[in-house]
């Protein structure tokens, strides 16, 4: 019986140390690097279109693996897409479940955009003090890049968030990339149907 034990406590101990070993290698190779997760595609239109396109909330269930549709909650006093503009992302159709809120908070028009994440409800893991910026950067008349980020704005964030984000930075990434790539598609069909 005491044979069983030990060898049970070895297997246990063993199993920690693993588990330890991949958390430390998930963290280590988590896309969440230098306070920042980013993803950029190159998009072959002009640039004013992308940026155009990124404007309007309505879009985003064109192109979101995510969000299924965006509301605005001050579009009776600031335009869509402007600084100042607040807006409720929800998941799910019926507006239940996992929904956030975002503030434009800047802009540069046609180089950045960016906006506050608050209010988050009903997700896994949650992080104060979020924001993504959008980058739009000129290659040619009919090309360039966009760039999404999600990072810390303002103090840079406690250990347990940072652990959280280095965690939840592989599905943020992954969804970015979906999206971007849609973005990429209807852009560029939208702007060679013209």
């Given at each position: 019986?005491?044979?069983?034990?030990?060898?049970?406590?070895?297997?246990?101990?063993?199993?920690?140390?693993?588990?330890?070993?991949?958390?430390?290698?998930?963290?280590?190779?988590?896309?969440?690097?230098?306070?920042?997760?980013?993803?950029?595609?190159?998009?072959?239109?002009?640039?004013?279109?992308?940026?155009?396109?990124?404007?309007?909330?309505?879009?985003?269930?064109r192109w979101s693996v995510f969000v299924?549709?965006?509301?605005?909650?001050?579009?009776?006093?600031?335009p869509d897409g402007q600084v100042g503009?607040?807006?409720?992302?929800?998941?799910?159709?019926?507006?239940?479940?996992?929904?956030?809120?975002?503030?434009?908070?800047?802009?540069?028009?046609?180089?950045?955009?960016?906006?506050?994440?608050?209010?988050?409800?009903?997700?896994?893991?949650?992080?104060?003090?979020?924001?993504?910026?959008?980058?739009?950067?000129?290659?040619s008349d009919n090309k360039c890049k966009?760039?999404?980020?999600?990072?810390?704005?303002?103090?840079?964030?406690?250990?347990?968030?940072?652990?959280?984000?280095?965690?939840?930075?592989?599905?943020?990434?992954?969804?970015?990339?979906?999206?971007?790539?849609?973005?990429?598609?209807?852009?560029?069909?939208?702007?060679?149907?013209?």
């Amino acid at each position: 019986m005491e044979r069983k034990s030990k060898r049970w406590k070895k297997l246990l101990g063993y199993s920690f140390l693993v588990i330890i070993l991949l958390l430390g290698i998930a963290i280590w190779k988590s896309p969440f690097r230098d306070g920042v997760i980013a993803h950029t595609v190159e998009v072959e239109a002009p640039l004013p279109e992308v940026y155009d396109f990124l404007s309007n909330s309505d879009n985003a269930k064109r192109w979101s693996v995510f969000v299924n549709h965006i509301t605005t909650l001050n579009g009776d006093s600031v335009p869509d897409g402007q600084v100042g503009s607040r807006r409720r992302c929800f998941c799910k159709a019926d507006e239940t479940g996992t929904q956030w809120d975002e503030l434009i908070s800047e802009i540069e028009p046609y180089k950045r955009r960016q906006l506050l994440i608050y209010n988050l409800k009903d997700f896994s893991m949650t992080a104060d003090n979020l924001a993504t910026n959008q980058f739009y950067e000129p290659i040619s008349d009919n090309k360039c890049k966009l760039t999404f980020t999600v990072f810390f704005n303002g103090n840079q964030p406690g250990m347990w968030n940072w652990f959280k984000t280095k965690l939840a930075a592989y599905k943020i990434l992954d969804i970015f990339e979906r999206n971007m790539d849609n973005i990429k598609r209807i852009v560029e069909e939208e702007h060679h149907a013209k």
